[in-house]
C-alpha cells in the first residue's frame, strides 16, 4: 500500500476543493441563466381570454387630462420616428426617484392582462429605462422595465421601495432607439417581454397569501427612474376594466 504523503494529501485536498467550487460555479450560473429567461423555451406563452377589450392610448393628442402624475414631469411632444404618428408622450424630470404616470382607464381585473409599449430612452447618466406599472393599487404596485445602462429587464415590486422579483441580462439595449415591452398577468402568473422575447416568467407567489378584495383590481401606468428621459408610443392594455 503506498503511504499518502503530506504534500500528496494537501495536491489532493486541493482539487477536490476546486472541484467543488467549480460545481458551486455551475450551479450558481445555471439559477442566474433560469432567473434571467435562458430557459424560458420551457414556459408557455400566457393568454388573456379571446374578446378582452383593447384600450390603447397612441398620443396624437397633447392633452393629458384624465391623467395621474405620481412623479416626474410628462408632455406629449412632437416626435417625427414615433411609431404611432408624430407625437409621443415623453418623461424629463431628472430629480425624483420614480417617475410615475398612470392611465385615465381606471382599475382592471387582475385575472388577466396583456399590456405592451413603445419606450425610446434618450438619455440618462444615471439611469435609461423605461417600464410599465400594473397592480396599482393604493401607491403599491408591480413595474416591469428595461435600463439601457445595465441591460438587464427586470420585474419589481413597489411598497415604497423597490423590491426585485425577477431579472435577465439582455444584449447591449440601444439608446435612442425604439424598443417594445410587453407584460402579461394571469392569476399568480407574470410574464416579461422585450423586443418580442420572453425573458421573465414569474410566479407571484405574494398573491397566494392575499385577502383584501381591492387587490382584485390594480390601474396601469408607465415608469422611468432618476435623470430617464424617456418617450413612450403605441401603449395598449388588453383587460377587462372595473365598470365605472
Known amino acids: 500500500m503506498k503511504r499518502i504523503t503530506p504534500l500528496r494529501r494537501q495536491v489532493c485536498g486541493?482539487?477536490?476543493?476546486?472541484?467543488?467550487?467549480f460545481g458551486l460555479l455551475l450551479l450558481t450560473d445555471l439559477i442566474q441563466v433560469r432567473q434571467s429567461g435562458g430557459l424560458m423555451a420551457?414556459?408557455?406563452?400566457?393568454?388573456?381570454?379571446e374578446g378582452a377589450p383593447v384600450t390603447s392610448f397612441d398620443?396624437?393628442?397633447?392633452?393629458?387630462?384624465?391623467?395621474?402624475?405620481?412623479?416626474g414631469q410628462w408632455t406629449v411632444?412632437?416626435?417625427p420616428d414615433a411609431p404611432s404618428?408624430?407625437?409621443?408622450l415623453i418623461q424629463r424630470a431628472d430629480e425624483h426617484v420614480f417617475n410615475v404616470i398612470v392611465t385615465p382607464a381606471g382599475a382592471f381585473h387582475r385575472v388577466a392582462i396583456d399590456i405592451s409599449v413603445k419606450f425610446k430612452p434618450l438619455s440618462g447618466r444615471e439611469d435609461a429605462s423605461g417600464g410599465i406599472v400594473f397592480r396599482l393599487t393604493a401607491g403599491e404596485y408591480y413595474v416591469i422595465r428595461a435600463n439601457a445602462l445595465e441591460n438587464n429587464f427586470r420585474l419589481y415590486y413597489y411598497n415604497g421601495e423597490l423590491h426585485?422579483?425577477?431579472t435577465a441580462n439582455v444584449q447591449p439595449l440601444a439608446l435612442r432607439t425604439w424598443h417594445t415591452i410587453r407584460v402579461v398577468a394571469v392569476g399568480d402568473q407574470i410574464q416579461g417581454w422585450l423586443d418580442d422575447q420572453l425573458l421573465i416568467d414569474y410566479e407571484d407567489m405574494r398573491s397566494l397569501v392575499r385577502t383584501d378584495p381591492r387587490l382584485e383590481l390594480g390601474e396601469v401606468g408607465l415608469w422611468t427612474k432618476a435623470d430617464s428621459v424617456t418617450a413612450f408610443d403605441n401603449?395598449?392594455?388588453?383587460g377587462f376594466a372595473l365598470s365605472k
Do not use: H, Y
Open 14 to 21: 486541493l482539487i477536490l476543493s476546486g472541484l467543488g467550487w
Open 42 to 49: 420551457e414556459a408557455a406563452e400566457l393568454t388573456v381570454p
Open 59 to 71: 398620443f396624437e393628442k397633447e392633452d393629458l387630462g384624465g391623467w395621474k402624475v405620481l412623479g
Open 77 to 79: 411632444e412632437e416626435m
Open 85 to 88: 404618428g408624430k407625437r409621443a
Open 164 to 166: 426585485m422579483r425577477a
Open 235 to 238: 401603449f395598449m392594455i388588453r
